[in-house]
């Protein structure tokens, strides 16, 4: 466990040294917020009654989206751990005394912790004085909170899981790029990110809100707005418990059989 | 002709402890420090010299390479190369030069090398009748019939190396320089590019600058060696001063013992 | 221009090297701007209008701008893409090339993979265009085209002020997003609805109300002033600072070298 920690580690602080990339990072990520606020406070004003949720919730929604970006973000996929799998040097990371994935998941999801502890807690204190309808409310209730941390944490992990089968994948596809601009559209979609899940047609929500990408950010968010309650909301957080079980039980066994077949054609 | 008078510059870097502390102080301060990559540097290579410009990694080698080819524009001093000053007359002075970075291409990967040739034909405009002398001249004496058909991809390093050096010919340039064009090459194809080097510059009148680290390629080749150590000019005269002191040690061997008399 | 021709054919060439892979990649694009498709089409299954604007004319309004996008990053790339253009020292060879390094850092890329965004874009204006009630008269067609070309232009400064910026620095790159995806974005829908100070800011400092808003407005006969018509030769015009800016930048370079 140990060395996992140590690769967390080295991966957290080198993330750190980009200050200029933060700054920039926030300022865009402001812009972003204030246009998707605009964007859904017209659609609000034009038919208020077909709005799936109250105004102030999506604001929050989407503070939190812009602020934790870096924990979810769909696109971001190491270089080197690409490379390395298209070029065969991957035999090399074969002869560290680790097991792989729970290697490559310490490093993915230390770049995403590095990156969003950066940026988040400006964002957080900022939008969280901000006027009117741009306002990021605080947590529906101190229940909502802890219900919010523990949901989070099972989203990144999720997240870096699913992540894990599109690196994995990348062993077998001659076009690593398409495959993975095709992934990143898949979860990037399903999993809110080009709308939020309850703006989907309902029958289409009540179906997707049950797959596991929704258990990466959608869920989380909904629970702290308070779209999301009670027993809905413990629900599902089970729900995204089973889905971290069985992503990441299934991710390891699936990049297990990838690096096998390397070793038998000699990569 | 190329002359080089007190040319100084100097760059700014950043500097960062280690570990977790520092990386956060770094977020919201930083200190910069000075460093002088060229230090006063002059000196005056003829036309058809070829000389050999060496000196320990980052001593100032590439930053002088790029200022006489117009890439730098030098805090102070002179550089006139063939008449001109590199960075003002930069279109009219890339025509006289030609230049080899030997870690970096300047093919198209995915293409044969003969289109890539063809292109920067004209990127030149170098005209047709005089293109086809040209290439055919290269053809044969760096032996590239078989290759001009070869995507840059499939050629093996000393194979893609001859055609970076053609390829930095077609336009005829009266200057060439040569950025490290033997690293990692094999015995042969290393001694194919110093011979073709060589009678580059003795039957064609082509000056040569060769900037390497191997010491072989510059014993083999130039009469004249400059030395550079942290942006100065530490020594410039003729291979046989560093030789004759040595006694029976090898280049290799005197390099080393050089850079650390000067403490560079 | 011939000069650029060639390149374009080299770009061709190399792409078609790896056809699966490229078949992928345009699958992988087009699939991109389908997504967003998709959320427009849930929002206004939901909402059915945005402000005034019917779904056919936020989709002609959507087209344009991504038309104009892909368009400009499809052979603007090598502004797009310049800190890779820089890293790889292809920018110090186009410094030791007798030819105007804007135009080689024009030829250095071309990324027909977009094709795949383009093609998108081309779908939804079939859709769009006899679907929506517009009458399409010649000047109507002319405006459209306007649109687009004039977008396109815009783009390619927006791109070019990219460049520019990775003179000074790559690290801070990444909020010149929030002018080029942003533009992309707010361009989804017709500028006007986000408000005065919006609109205000994409006509004057970044004329991208200019290519889309405003012609669009005379597209759908919600003015009659003919001359909203012409406003996207402001994108054009845009490409004058954004000149001035990539010289700055090059100056800096040489003086830097880094």
Partial sequence: M??????????????????????????????????????????????????????????????????????????????????????????????????????????????????????????????????GRFRLYPPAGAGALAMFCVSVTAGVLITVGLSM?????????????????VAVNIIEFMSGGIIPLPFFPDGVFRVMRLLPFAATESTPFLIYSGALRGGDAGAAVALQFMWLVLITAGGKLYLDSSLRRLVIQGG | MIRLVDICKSYRVSRRGAGLGSAVKSLFGRRYDLVRALDCVSFEVGDGEMIGYIGPNGAGKSSTVKVMSGILTPDSGECIVNGRV???????????????????????????????FDLIRDIYSVKRADYRQILDRLISRLDLGELMRTPARQLSLGQRMRCEIAASLLHRPKILFLDEPTIGLDAPSKLAVREFIRSLNRL????????????????????????????????????????????????????????????? | MRLYIKFLLMHLKSAMEYKASFALTVLGQFMTSFSAFLGIYFMFGRFGAVGDYSFEETLICYAAVLFAYSAAECFFRGFDAFESVISNGEFDRAMVRPRPVMLLVLCSRAEFARFGRLMQAVV???????????????????????????????FAGLFIVRASVCFFTVEGLEF???????????????????????????TYVIPLACVQYYPLSYITARTGRFWYALLPLAGFVFLVPCFALWRIGVRHYKSTGS
């Avoid at chain 2, 020594?235 to 560079?264: C, H, N, Q, S």
């Avoid at chain 3, 080029?180 to 500028?191: C, K, N």
């Fill in chain 1, 2 to 131: 140990k060395k996992y920690l140590a690769f967390f580690r080295i991966r957290f602080i080198n993330g750190l040294q980009y200050r200029a990339a933060a700054y920039a990072g926030m300022a865009t990520q402001f812009a972003w917020g204030f246009m998707e606020i605009l964007v859904y406070t017209v659609f609000h004003d034009t038919a208020p009654a077909a709005f799936p949720m109250e105004m102030g919730q999506l604001t929050s929604y989407i503070w939190l989206r812009q602020a934790l970006l870096g924990l979810f973000m769909s696109w971001y996929y190491d270089r080197e751990l690409l490379d390395m799998i298209t070029s065969g040097n991957v035999a090399y990371e074969m002869c560290r005394p680790a097991d792989i994935y729970t290697m490559w998941f310490a490093k993915n999801l230390a770049t995403r912790c590095s990156r969003a502890a950066l940026r988040c807690v400006p964002i957080f204190l900022v939008a969280g004085f901000l006027p």
């Fill in chain 1, 165 to 181: 089968f599109v690196y994995a994948t990348a062993f077998y596809t001659v076009s690593p790029l398409g495959m993975r601009i």
């Fill in chain 2, 86 to 116: 590199p960075w003002k007359e930069r279109a009219a002075h890339v025509r006289d030069i030609g230049v080899v970075f030997g870690q970096r291409s300047q093919l198209w990967w995915d293409v044969p090398v003969g289109d890539s």
């Fill in chain 2, 204 to 264: 064609e009148g082509v000056t040569v600058i060769l900037t390497t680290h191997d010491m072989q390629d510059i014993e083999a080749l130039t009469d004249r060696v400059i030395l550079i150590g942290k942006g100065r000019i530490l020594l410039d005269g003729p291979i046989e001063r560093l030789t004759a002191a040595g006694g029976d040690k090898k280049i290799d061997e005197l390099v080393a013992d050089m850079y650390r008399a000067f403490e560079i």
């Fill in chain 3, 124 to 154: 939804i204006f079939a859709y769009a265009i006899p679907a929506s009630d517009i009458g399409w008269t010649a000047d109507r067609i002319f405006t459209l085209i306007m649109m687009c070309a004039g977008g396109t232009a815009l």
């Fill in chain 3, 176 to 202: 010149m997003n929030i002018f080029t995806d942003g533009g992309r974005e707010l361009g989804t829908y017709p500028l006007d609805i986000y408000g005065q100070p919006v609109l205000r800011f994409y």
